[in-house]
């Protein structure tokens, strides 16, 4: 009979502090109202939560229908060289010397323009040290009214830019078909809180670095033109200086003949012609590489928050159970005074 007397002592209990809840629930509502308040002000002080990601997009190289708009080009350096005239001069004490005069330009120094070597320098202008910082200052990816000054603000700039990093495409153990197209390809890799400008800012990234690489091929081959054409004339002045101050009429005629060759040489012009046809020159959206921004996968690595509800919801129950505990509590010390 005992073990029942027990039981029926545990039940007269826990129905007495049901009584005490129930009797005091005036004064539980006001903690639970006190602790709805305070996680709501809790709420209120909070700053909006920024996710952050990790990212992941590809770098393409022009396709192959691109790169036969450099045919005619890049046919033309390989067909063409630099041919070495030697000739000789006499000394005044009757020995001769071989001068020597290039029929033709010299292209070692003109590069073949493919698809390797446009993405080359497409990663190389972004890699170069305080390009990609510029852009993103330029487009705005980051709001310059969330920092004090200047130089929180570059400073911020210049911490975006550190995330981002290239790496060239692994395509080792891929299918045929997938290693020719992330073949010379490259992957971005970058940590972001905004998911929603990034595609804008990969455009802009896209046209502007391509832009600048145009004007390089474009000055680098005014440039080089320039070099070539001052070569010629030097070597035509050569053939003149050697013309005034010779006295042997078949020697004369032969450093004319030589000097109307390079006169009237067109290797120049035809390579200037050459270079008229490629994209660079010709179309308006010349591209050195692609950044395939539809393609970027989002990570999120920040745990997100719970929802505003969910915390208040949480206020009540946590209110709840320390009301019911103070009533429990008070109550029973007034019997002990009792």
Excluded: C, H
Aim: glycine share 4%.
């Amino acid at each position: 009979m005992k073990p029942k007397k027990k039981y029926l002592n545990d039940e007269v209990d826990l129905l007495d502090m049901l009584i005490i809840v129930l009797n005091n629930k005036s004064k539980i509502l006001v903690v639970i109202f006190l602790s709805v308040i305070s996680m709501i002000g809790y709420l209120a002080v909070q700053e909006p939560l920024k996710l952050k990601y990790e990212a992941r997009t590809e770098i393409r190289p022009i396709t192959t229908f691109d790169e036969f708009g450099y045919a005619v080009y890049n046919n033309y350096l390989k067909n063409t060289g630099s041919v070495i005239l030697q000739y000789p001069i006499k000394m005044k004490n009757d020995t001769f010397i071989l001068n020597e005069v290039s029929m033709d330009i010299d292209n070692a120094s003109f590069k073949i323009i493919d698809r390797k070597y446009l993405i080359d320098l497409f990663i190389q202008k972004i890699k170069e040290k305080g390009f990609l910082a510029k852009q993103i200052d330029n487009f705005g990816l980051v709001s310059k009214k969330n920092y004090a000054n200047n130089k929180e603000y570059n400073y911020a700039v210049k911490r975006l830019a550190e995330t981002f990093t290239l790496l060239p495409n692994d395509i080792k153990g891929m299918k045929r078909e997938k290693q020719y197209l992330l073949k010379d390809g490259w992957t971005f890799n970058f940590i972001t809180d905004d998911t929603g400008n990034m595609k804008d800012f990969f455009a802009y990234l896209e046209t502007n670095t391509n832009m600048e690489i145009r004007n390089y091929l474009t000055e680098y081959f005014k440039t080089i033109i320039l070099s070539q054409q001052k070569i010629k004339k030097d070597m035509i002045e050569d053939l003149e200086y050697e013309i005034v101050n010779s006295k042997e009429e078949s020697y004369i005629r032969r450093l004319k003949i030589e000097k109307q060759k390079l006169t009237q040489q067109r290797d120049i012009k035809r390579l200037k012609d050459s270079f008229s046809t490629t994209p660079i020159i010709k179309n308006d959206k010349f591209a050195a590489a692609y950044i395939l921004n539809d393609t970027t996968n989002y990570k999120k690595i920040t745990n997100s928050r719970s929802s505003d509800t969910t915390m208040i919801i949480l206020s009540v129950i946590f209110g709840g159970l320390i009301g019911a505990l103070y009533a429990l509590i008070s109550n029973s010390l007034q019997r002990r005074k009792n």
